[in-house]
């Protein structure tokens, strides 16, 4: 099945609804209001369809497989981080040739800011494990020679068990240079 296009004018056409945030040639996203609308009465039990239809959605511009897309794609926002978002991500900023909904467009100042708290937390840790790993390597530079990885799953561990720790253990063993199957087997 090829994907289906939007015309400028459709684009502009859609941008008229207000759960839209912002259009493009080739995709659609929705305003947080909408997804959580969508969600209460999808679980409800009324099809992806009745939902956008009765919201002023055109199904026949939009088409059929965007109905599946949307519906997919709020219940897996939801899904994997508990909430949603304005458009796309939440860092979505609109290209030159995206038409947004200028109400929805702008998140609250306090979303932005919490959300740019988490990023600094996020990049101090990451900051705090490097260096950890590294001043840990240079004492034990034998264990570096050798690629000691019992000494590199230690950090791992370590940098765990600390109350603050928001990376997963995939992100620490990419960034130390280990399978994540040796650290789980190790």
């Given at each position: 099945?090829?994907?289906?296009?939007?015309?400028?004018?459709?684009?502009?056409?859609?941008?008229?609804?207000?759960?839209?945030?912002?259009?493009?040639?080739?995709?659609?996203?929705?305003?947080?209001?909408?997804?959580?609308?969508?969600?209460?009465?999808?679980?409800?039990?009324?099809?992806?369809?009745?939902?956008?239809?009765?919201?002023?959605?055109?199904?026949?511009?939009?088409?059929?497989?965007r109905?599946w897309?949307?519906s997919?794609?709020?219940?897996?926002?939801?899904?994997?981080?508990?909430?949603?978002h304005?458009?796309?991500?939440?860092?979505?900023?609109?290209?030159?040739?995206?038409?947004?909904?200028?109400?929805s467009?702008?998140?609250?100042?306090?979303?932005?800011?919490?959300?740019?708290?988490?990023?600094?937390?996020?990049l101090?840790?990451k900051?705090?494990?490097?260096?950890?790993?590294?001043?840990?390597?240079y004492k034990?530079?034998?264990?570096?020679?050798?690629?000691d990885?019992?000494?590199?799953?230690?950090?791992?561990?370590?940098?765990?068990?600390?109350?603050h720790?928001?990376?997963?253990?995939?992100t620490?063993?990419?960034?130390?240079?280990?399978s994540?199957?040796?650290?789980?087997?190790g």
């Amino acid at each position: 099945m090829s994907r289906k296009f939007l015309l400028r004018k459709q684009q502009q056409l859609l941008c008229q609804t207000p759960y839209i945030y912002s259009v493009t040639d080739t995709g659609i996203n929705l305003t947080k209001e909408f997804k959580e609308i969508f969600l209460k009465e999808y679980k409800s039990g009324i099809s992806p369809r009745k939902i956008l239809e009765d919201h002023g959605f055109d199904i026949d511009t939009i088409g059929e497989r965007r109905v599946w897309s949307i519906s997919n794609y709020i219940r897996i926002e939801f899904k994997k981080y508990g909430n949603f978002h304005e458009g796309y991500r939440s860092r979505a900023v609109p290209s030159s040739n995206t038409f947004s909904n200028s109400d929805s467009k702008s998140s609250s100042d306090a979303d932005k800011i919490k959300q740019l708290q988490q990023e600094v937390d996020y990049l101090k840790q990451k900051m705090e494990f490097l260096k950890n790993f590294l001043n840990q390597n240079y004492k034990e530079a034998g264990a570096l020679l050798m690629n000691d990885s019992p000494c590199i799953f230690e950090i791992i561990y370590n940098t765990m068990q600390q109350s603050h720790n928001t990376m997963s253990i995939k992100t620490l063993c990419a960034m130390a240079g280990v399978s994540r199957s040796g650290y789980t087997h190790g």
